[in-house]
Nanobody
Framework: QVQLVESGGDKVLTGGSLRLSCAASGRTFSSYRMAWFRQAPGKEREFVAAISVTGSSKYYADFVKGRFTISRDNAKNTMYLQMNDLRPADPAVYYC??????????????????WGQGTQVTVSL
């Protein structure tokens, strides 16, 4: 099992940047495919980005391509989401999620076994 804890959420101005972190407990982090999702009030939780176990493959939702970068440091049991050019549509609670290293649609919420508690991102004009 793995426990996930997000951090880094804050309030920033439009156009600003934030880096979210997802710290994982346990010794098997390097064997988990990881992802970021977000959920705004009144909306479904949506896929943001995913990363393979080695970090060599990355996948993004269209609305964050070119602005957000997902990465991981297996030696530190940590995943990151660098968010640049934050926009009024980006505020949400951002969650990290993990699953084993088997084939799956990484954009689908239901394939993930482990979730963090979320971190709030707020963007003001």
């Amino acid at each position: 099992q793995v426990q996930l804890v997000e951090s880094g959420g804050d309030k920033v101005l439009t156009g600003g940047s934030l880096r979210l972190s997802c710290a994982a407990s346990g010794r098997t982090f390097s064997s988990y495919r990881m992802a970021w999702f977000r959920q705004a009030p009144g909306k479904e939780r949506e896929f943001v980005a995913a990363i393979s176990v080695t970090g060599s493959s990355k996948y993004y939702a269209d609305f964050v391509k070119g602005r957000f970068t997902i990465s991981r440091d297996n030696a530190k049991n940590t995943m990151y989401l660098q968010m640049n050019d934050l926009r009024p549509a980006d505020p949400a609670v951002y969650y990290c999620a993990g699953r084993g290293n088997s084939y799956a649609d990484l954009a689908a919420r239901y394939v993930y076994d482990y979730w963090g508690q979320g971190t709030q991102v707020t963007v003001s004009l």
